[in-house]
């Protein structure tokens, strides 16, 4: 079974499946943020996949946003709780909790931001760049989004 993404529309939902939603994936290249704001809010490291604005909410009852920092917002089911994305206050640049989608067709986990926020008790086995919290500042200075 292979799906394509990048051109795809793909289905997602919190755990409860109060909020339902679907998104075109920007590209195939998973990311894992290690910030401490992401640890606490998504129990783990939090894996996202870029949508940009293609993000529709099909069940949006639950569906309540948290102001996480002067720049970021985060959108959880407020009736399961699930962690379902992150984006710039006030832009539609969404960035797709991994594991919400139904099926992560070729998906591959490439990048790892705030690598100097990882607790030394994990590491990945996958190749992926990492990058510390000071070159994730500076990609955003650039105007390029995670
Ligand atoms: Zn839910
Ligand atoms: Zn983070």
Redesign the pocket.
Known sequence: MESVIGDKRLKAQ??????RFSAVPVGREATACHCKMCQRWSAGPFFALPCGESVVIEDEV?LSFYRSSQWGERGF?S????SLFWKLHGRKDYNVSLLAFDDLGGVRFTTEYFIDGKPDAYEFANETSKLTGEQVFALFSQGQDH
């Open positions: 919190c755990m409860c499946g109060s909020v639950d089911c009736n399961c709780g699930s």
